[in-house]
């Protein structure tokens, strides 16, 4: 049981470039989130989905896509990165308790 | 709006030495305050959930509280390995959104 895994663990992009986080939960949770982390800002909400089918926007969704491929997998797509946009990205699910599991992030700078 | 405020931003202890943390919320109806552990260049580690003021929950060295405007986490004869960044946050009755707080590091001296 691996729990929420996520891919790359470290990306560097140009600005202007795009790439696609993967997250996947082997939990048979209905929903899933993304965040990003910053220092002094915390963690914030960037897109949810509830159950698979539906997508959210979050508190900070400009700049990002989101698709809920099938209900273990959430992907974020970053269309033409920035540099605001350097910061560690989270992803989670939870249960019907709503408690959040979280993986282990990926760790992106824009340059 | 949902707000959080973690205090202090940090808190140095000696081994041993007994503190608590400090979780400040303002909610639009609590459905759930949560404390995760978050230890450096790792996500979020989940340690308690809270629902109704109150209730207590512990583990090892760790207990948490919860009024009707705030949470405690006790930490009770720290060790070293306690040392990480402690954070909370709550779920409202309205969405499925948590709110956090900016965190609580914490380093404990050997």
């Known amino acids: 049981n691996a729990g929420v895994t996520q891919t790359p663990k470290f990306q560097v992009l140009k600005t202007g470039q795009s790439m696609t986080l993967q997250c996947a939960q082997d939990?048979?949770?209905?929903?899933m989130y993304w965040y990003r982390q910053d220092p002094g800002m915390g963690l914030r909400l960037i897109y949810y989905?509830?159950?698979?089918?539906?997508?959210d926007k979050g508190e900070v969704p400009n700049g990002y896509n989101v698709s809920r491929l099938n209900k273990r997998e959430f992907s974020l797509r970053l269309e033409s990165a920035a540099p605001s946009q350097t910061s560690v990205y989270f992803c989670a699910s939870s249960t019907i308790t709503d408690t959040q599991y979280f993986g282990p992030g990926t760790r992106l700078t824009v340059l | 709006e949902d707000q959080v405020t973690q205090s202090p931003e940090a808190l140095r202890l000696q081994e041993g030495e007994s503190s608590s943390l400090n979780c400040s919320y303002t909610v639009s109806g609590l459905r759930g305050l949560f404390w995760y552990r978050q230890d450096p260049g790792k996500g979020p580690e989940f340690l308690f959930t809270l629902y109704s003021a109150g209730e207590e929950k512990e583990k090892e060295r760790l207990k948490a509280t919860l009024t009707k405007k705030e949470s405690f986490l006790h930490i009770t004869a720290p060790k070293p390995e306690d040392s990480a960044t402690y954070l909370c946050?709550?779920?409202?009755?309205?969405?499925?959104?948590?709110?956090f707080g900016g965190g609580t590091r914490l380093m404990v001296k050997p």
């Open positions: 989905s509830a159950s698979e089918g539906t997508t």
């Open positions: 939990m048979n949770h209905n929903s």
């Open positions: 946050a709550v779920h409202n009755n309205a969405g499925n959104m948590l709110t």
